[in-house]
């Protein structure tokens, strides 16, 4: 009796009829097309030449080997006698597959939520002052220096976001000469200001302030014996 292997493991055909007895596995006949599958056109192709399959030149037929067209009808058989097993295979493989991606997805998630909270609890919150509040001498550094270009009734700006050395979070618009000198990586002193408003941006604290003067720190130069000194 015919034997065939598949996803249930191997199994004896009960249904299986050898399609052409007494041939050898070696020898060739028709079978259907392998591209076009017998039909003789593919319909995704239909807009070159009517869909004409190529390979079998619109005829749906091929030669194929004896062991071949015995090959396809074995699977047949299979899938007939143990359909039933085929199933439930199916059903559980699906359900492990979901369950796969399901802990997959909570894993995501969890990761997710694990850096976003390790991202705020690094986040250093509170204002500078009080809205309205003047403040000045304050150590910042530049993280973000963006030119904005003025129009016909607006002067041209700088948007700068800042960080105090204690982390806390400035939002600077401002179009005085020394803010316009900023750039990123920049340290500088706050030599006049006002909190404008408390915002906040993904959780963390900002403190917008208006009317700044700034004084850009010089950069230290090492001399050639090794030694800091002021530019």
């Known amino acids: 009796m015919a034997k065939f292997t598949g996803l249930v493991g191997q199994r004896e055909l ?11 596995g070696s020898d060739f006949v028709a079978g259907d097309c392998s591209r076009c ?4 056109f593919i319909p995704a192709y239909g807009h070159v030449q009517m869909g004409r399959c190529f390979k079998c030149f619109g005829n749906g037929v091929q030669n194929v080997t004896v062991n071949t067209v015995r090959k396809h009808a074995r699977a047949a058989a ?14 559980v493989s699906n359900w492990l597959q979901a369950e796969t991606w399901f802990h997959a997805e909570q894993a995501e998630k969890a990761a997710a939520e694990a850096a976003e909270a390790e991202r705020q609890a690094a986040m250093i919150q509170g204002f500078i002052g009080e809205v309205g509040e003047k403040v000045s001498g304050i150590e910042i550094s530049v993280k973000v220096a963006k030119y904005i270009a003025g129009s016909y009734n ?5 948007f700068i976001i800042a960080e105090t050395d204690a982390g806390q979070v400035l939002k600077i618009f401002g179009s005085a000469a020394s803010v316009m000198q900023l750039e990123r990586g920049d340290r500088a002193t706050i030599l006049t200001g006002k909190v404008k408003a408390h915002d906040s941006y993904e959780g963390q604290d900002q403190s917008v302030l208006s009317h700044v003067k700034v004084e850009i720190q010089a950069d230290d130069e090492v001399d050639l014996d090794g030694e800091e000194r002021a530019a």
């Open 154 to 158: 607006r002067s041209s700006a700088m």
């Open 78 to 91: 299979y899938a007939r006698d143990f359909a039933a097993e085929l199933a439930e295979f199916r059903a």
């Open 14 to 24: 009960l249904s299986y009829t050898d399609p052409h007895p007494g041939k050898k």
């Open 37 to 40: 599958g017998g039909y003789g």
